[in-house]
Structures are given as C-alpha cells and as structure tokens.
C-alpha cells in the first residue's frame, strides 16, 4: 500500500466518524429526546395527550391538508412533467425554474403572498366577501400554503426519468393506434411510478411537517385551523410540556414510517430498473 | 382531423378533388384483413424490381408494379387502378412531392420528391444529418411537414393521423414497450384496433413463429439479445398489417457480426411478406446490398434515387460520385492524357477500378495513353492488392490482381486511366479516356 493509500483511510475514517457524529448530534439525538420526553411518564399520559380534543381534531385537519395537497401536486407534477419532457413550447426553461420557487423562497413569504392576495388587503378580498368565500384564517388557505411549499416535489422526481427515457416508446404507442390516456396508462406510467411514489412520499412528509407557510394563513383557530404543527408550538409556549412532545411524538414516528418507505421505494424501483432499462 | 373512415378502405377511392381518401380504420375489418397479407409469397420476386433493370432517369418511375398485393386484397384492386390513375404516378406506392421541413433555423427537408413503387424495398440512404430519418418520420407523420404532398397508396395523407396512415414503424433503438412482455409489445397494435382475443392471440403467434420467436414470449425486452429485440420490433410493427413499413436505422444498435446476418434476414423477411418498406442508413454498403431503390440525401435535398447499380455507375451529382462506393476527387484532371478536353481547374472523381495498371514485364496496351506512375504503398485486402499511386502530381487508388507480378512501393509502372466522374457545377457525368474510345478499347464498363 503506497503513501497515497495510507492516507486516503485516515482521511476516509476521520470523515465518516465525523458524519455520524454530527448526524446523531443534530438529527437523531433530539429526535429521541422528543421520543423520550413523550414517554417519560409512560404510555398512559401519552395516550391521554394524544386523544385530547384538539390534539386530534389538529391531527385530523393536518392529514386532510395533506391529503388534498400532495393529491393536487401530484397531478400538477404529472402534468408538468410531461409537458415539460413531451412537448417544446417557449418559455419551458422559465416554466423549469418557476416549479422550483419554494425551494429557493422561504415558507413565511408562501404564507404572505396568500394574505396579501386573498387577505383583507388583497386584490381577491372584495370577490371573496361578496361570494362568501373564505381562504385566509379557514381550511382552503392551509391546503394552498401547503401546495405551494411542496409544489416541486412530485414533478421534480418524474422529469429526469422522463427526459432520460425519450418519447420513442409514446410514439410507437400513438403510431399503433393507442390514445393519450392508454399511452400514459401502459406506456409512461410504468416508466415513472416509482419515482412518482417517492416523490408523493417525500411531497407527503413535508406536507405533514409544514410550519411556516402554514402558520402565516392559519391565524391559530384552536380546533379549526390549527394543523399539528401549530399545535404543538401552542402548547409548548404554553407550558403544556408532555402534551406538545407525545404530538411531536406522533409527527416523528409518521417521518420515520415514511423515511422506511422512500427507502423501500427507492430499492424496488432500483431493481426493476435492472431488469427493464436495458 | 382525417377524411372520415370508410369500411375497408384499404386503397381508397378517389375522391373528386383527386386528394383526400380513407386510410385504413383501425377496426376489425383491418385485422381480418391480415390473413392474406401474411401468407408467405413464393414468387416474391414479382414485387421486387430488379436492379437489372433501372429506369431510365435518376428520378424513379414505374418500374415493376407489384401484382401478389393486389390478388391479397382482390375486392379492393379494381379501385386501384382507378386512384392511381387519378392520384399518383402509375405504381408509385409512396411518394413524395416537394416536401420541405424545417426546424427553426435548420433545414432538415428542402423540395424533396421521389417516389416508391408498390412491393420494393427502399432506402433513405445519407450523412447524419442529411435529413433522412425526418423524411422517415414525416411519411409516418410523427413530424408535420411544412409544405408539399405525401402520398401513400394513391391518397393524399399529410393531414390523417399517423395511426390511421396504415404504417409499421420500426424505430432506431427499437423502442420497445420495456415495461411489457415480448407477447404485450406484438400484441400492443390489435389491442388498441379491439380486435378479439382469439384473434390477436393467434396473429401475435403467426408472427412470432414467422419471426423465429417462439417460446419467448414472456420474455421482457430487457432480458433479449440485441438481434432479438429486432425481432420483436419487427413483429410489433407487422402485427396490425400495416401497409408500409419503415425502419430507422434498423442495424445501427447491433454489433457489427451478427448486423450482415440480420440485413439478409431481414431483407429476405421483406420480399417474402412483398411489403413496401423504406429503411434510413448512413451506412451505404448496407442500403446497397439490401435496398431495390436507393435514395440518397444531402442537406436536406434528395440529390439521387434509383437503383443502387444505377447510383454506382451513373451518378448525377458529384456528392453521389463521392458518397457512394471509393473514389479519390482530383483537381485540374485535364492534365491526365486523354482528358485534355476538361475545362482548367475542373474537378472529377475517379474510382479504383477506372485505373488499370499495368503489370511489368507485360506488353503495354494503349501505350500512348498510358501514364507513367510511382507506386507509393501495397496493402492486401484479402482477394487483391490495393494501390496507391502517384500520377502527375495525383495519388490514385487501384486494385492489383494477386496472380500478377509483385509490386513494391517506388515502383515504376504504367497507368490507364478509362475514365473519370466529370464535375460541372452540382452535376456529374461520366467522361472516357478521349484516346481509348477513339480505338474502341474493348474495355465495356460492367460492373
């Protein structure tokens, strides 16, 4: 082994240790602490702070929000990807890097683009009274800062296993006489449905998580806007200790149950790329 | 969208206008249809136009109208005659009519025309680039042209959808449904023309036996040799009967051993089944071992169609002279005695088998036409010797025969030169040695 070699394993250990040190510092460790505090007192006081009334109904209202939300992003992220990888039209690059703008804009901004357009300072309020309708402070307005934040998710997981397939697959589908629905039915969809369960599950877990946007739009009705997130800063503000982490407690074990997912997903879909690309 | 479809179109009716027509529905009546069309002709050389025998220009016309379609399809043959009469060159099965395409700047198709008679094997043949594989895709109506007529069995079908235009597309990499089974992917066509399951449970295994493909049929893509997937590709497009099939570049993902084996088969496939096809290569020993009609393309332009013997021995541009088979372009060849009449500077091509060189020590023929030459390198390409020659400041190539007395380069020996591709602006014409026609040299250009 030359001096070269040597090196690179010290280097490599000193590297890898330092990872996992700062991964459980930063990420594991007061993720157990969450778990931990919500179970000090044992299963009991947990399940009493889990099943009060407005812990649940926030946990209804965020698994709603959620639901409706990575529903219309992924239906977004189909359609745009497959216009963005199917077709050419002016301004697709623009279109590219407009699906990224929550990445780059923080959530708090999601949430006052909201308030200033449907709020009561916004061009949409005058509409929005005289038709009863209300956005901002009520459920719409969670689900649309919700799609905002995970707008890219769906559709940034299905365009690079579309463009690196090409089209020539769709176009013998079309030249034999199938539709646009049976095309994307027996065609695309297979190519693309592991990548668009990842990307549901990943639109899913940040759904379930998301705090800023959602805070802004929410006005913290107890029992009708208040998403879980929300929540459980209330009651830690509020001093409501045991109750805020045995909540924080359910939003970890769903991060988690979803990180096994994305894992198996992304292991299947690596095998069935091995057998069929190629 | 497309003319409304009429039962069993499959040669449409003229219309008044002379455009326009039915392409074939995609209904049940198409699948039943495929009966007939399957069974394995014989005497497929009927559909075949002999290469023996070009047409007398470059552009291609009726050459040998293929008569075993007509007899498949007997209900139908009498209407024929009268479309093509009305609407098209007598025979021309597909044709093209000035047909320009353009991709922003780019100018992938300039006034293309030619056209195929019914039964033959064509082939796009062209650089990359040269525009040939989007003619391929605009006769199957992938691409929309920008202007000018393409015609398939008589009718007008730049405005019908490519899935109503009766064609069977092969693609370059195959494009095979990977996600489905060799069965699914030759079954995909009828599926979606609802034929019955019986129906296309028998038809896929017709192909598959026709295509030696049985036992595989639940076989992915993924899991089939390069040759197989061919294959399969091949099959799929057959399956809804189509009346034309195309193929991009059909042997360019094959490894170059098993690509002689899979042309002939393919070749041979084609004749049997005398369905009118159209391949694009850039690979010119392949279009013209295969392909009865050669078309070659240039930026765009169509600058030859004919037979390949034609295209060899009497190419009408200089890029033909060039592109097709050897030549070496010379500059100012009027000094080569026995061209003295080239205008200065003119250009001309000439190929290793217009230069016969003389073996020493054997009397010379033609000895006042002979020039001197410096042999310059010997390389044996297996039946023959290949020469490089210097004459008057050019370097030829020729062929030396094994059986004649050895060579070695600065040898000193004499050249004939019989003939030469004259250049006079964007055409080409064939130019004798002056001196030796004037003798009769007994030499008949046969290839």
């Avoid at chain 1, 559709?155 to 089209?167: D, F, Q």
């Amino acid at each position: 082994m030359n001096r070269w070699g040597r090196e690179n394993r010290a280097l490599k250990t000193v590297l890898v240790a330092a990872s996992f040190a700062f991964v459980a510092l930063f990420l594991v460790l007061p993720l157990c602490q969450v778990l931990w505090k919500a179970f000090e007192f044992g299963v009991r006081p947990f399940w009493d702070s889990v099943s009060d009334t407005y812990t649940a109904k926030a946990l209804k209202l965020s698994i709603i929000t959620t639901v409706l939300a990575v529903a219309c992003n992924t239906l977004f992220g189909l359609c745009a990807a497959w216009a963005v990888t199917r077709f050419s039209f002016p301004g697709k690059g623009f279109l590219v890097t407009l699906i990224d703008i929550p990445f780059a804009v923080s959530p708090v901004i999601a949430g006052l683009v909201f308030i200033m357009t449907f709020g009561r300072l916004g061009w949409a309020y005058p509409f929005l009274t005289e038709h009863d309708i209300k956005i901002v402070f009520a459920v719409p307005g969670l689900v649309l800062a919700t799609i905002f934040v995970t707008f890219p998710f769906v559709a940034r997981e299905i365009i690079p296993v579309l463009t690196a397939r090409g089209t020539d697959e769709e176009e013998a589908a079309v030249l034999m006489g199938a539709g646009l629905f049976r095309t994307f039915r027996s065609v695309t969809l297979p190519h693309i449905r592991w990548a668009l369960l990842y990307g549901v599950i990943l639109c899913t877990a940040r759904a379930m998580g998301e705090f800023g946007a959602v805070s802004v739009v929410s006005g913290h009705l107890r029992g009708r806007t208040n998403t879980l997130p929300l929540h459980i800063e209330i009651l830690f503000r509020e001093y409501h200790t045991l109750q805020s982490f045995s909540a924080a407690a359910i939003l970890v074990a769903t991060a988690v149950l979803l990180l096994v997912a994305r894992n198996i997903v992304e292991g299947i879909s690596r095998k069935d790329a091995d057998c069929h690309v190629r | 969208m497309c003319a409304s479809p009429k039962p069993a179109a499959f040669f449409p009716a003229p219309e008044p206008a002379g455009i326009g027509g039915a392409p074939p529905p995609p209904t049940e009546a198409a699948a039943s249809r495929s009966a007939p069309r399957l069974e394995l002709r014989p005497g497929a050389g009927g559909s075949v136009s002999s290469p023996g025998a070009p047409p007398a220009s470059g552009r291609l016309s009726a050459a040998s109208p293929a008569s075993g379609r007509l007899s498949a399809a007997p209900p139908a043959s009498g209407r024929l005659s009268a479309a093509a009469t009305l609407a098209a060159p007598a025979a021309a099965y597909v044709s093209l009519e000035g047909v320009n395409k353009s991709f922003g700047d780019f100018q992938a198709a300039r006034e293309v025309s030619f056209s195929l008679p019914e039964g033959t094997l064509g082939a796009l043949l062209g650089p990359s680039g040269s525009g040939k594989t989007t003619i391929l895709r605009m006769i199957a109506g992938l691409e929309t042209p920008d202007g000018g007529d393409i015609r398939i069995g008589g009718s007008r079908v730049n405005d019908i959808h490519p899935s109503r235009r009766g064609i069977g597309f092969v693609f370059q990499n195959y494009a095979l449904f990977r996600y489905m089974n060799v069965f699914d992917n030759v079954a995909f066509g009828l599926k979606t023309q609802k034929a019955p399951k019986a129906r296309i449970r028998e038809r896929v295994a017709e192909l598959l036996a026709l295509t030696s493909m049985e036992g595989l049929e639940k076989r992915y893509p993924g899991q089939l040799s390069g040759g197989q997937r061919q294959r399969v590709a091949f099959a799929r497009a057959l399956a809804p009967s189509p009346r034309l099939l195309l193929l991009d570049e059909p042997f360019a993902a094959i490894d170059a051993k098993v690509r002689k084996e899979l042309r002939s088969w393919l070749r041979d496939m084609i004749s049997r089944l005398g369905i009118t096809s159209i391949f694009v290569t850039h690979d010119q020993s392949e279009a013209i071992e295969v392909a009865d009609l050669v078309i070659i393309t240039n930026g765009g332009r169509v600058e030859q169609a004919g037979p390949p013997v034609e295209l060899y021995r009497d190419p009408a541009t200089p890029f033909v002279a060039r592109f097709v088979g050897e030549s070496t372009v010379l500059s100012g060849y009027g000094k080569l005695s026995g061209f003295g009449d080239a205008p200065s500077g003119a250009l001309c091509a000439v190929r290793p088998e217009f230069v016969h060189v003389c073996p020493p020590g054997e009397p010379v023929q033609y000895g006042h036409s002979a020039e001197d030459a410096v042999v310059e390198s010997v390389s044996f390409r297996g039946s023959s010797l290949e020469l490089v020659l210097e004459v008057k400041g050019f370097r030829l190539a020729s062929f030396y025969s094994l059986e004649h007395a050895p060579l070695s380069p600065g040898d000193r020996v004499k050249v004939l030169i019989y003939r030469v591709y004259a250049f006079d602006g964007d055409k080409a014409r064939l130019v004798n040695n002056s001196l030796l026609s004037s003798q009769g040299n007994g030499y008949n250009f046969i290839i």
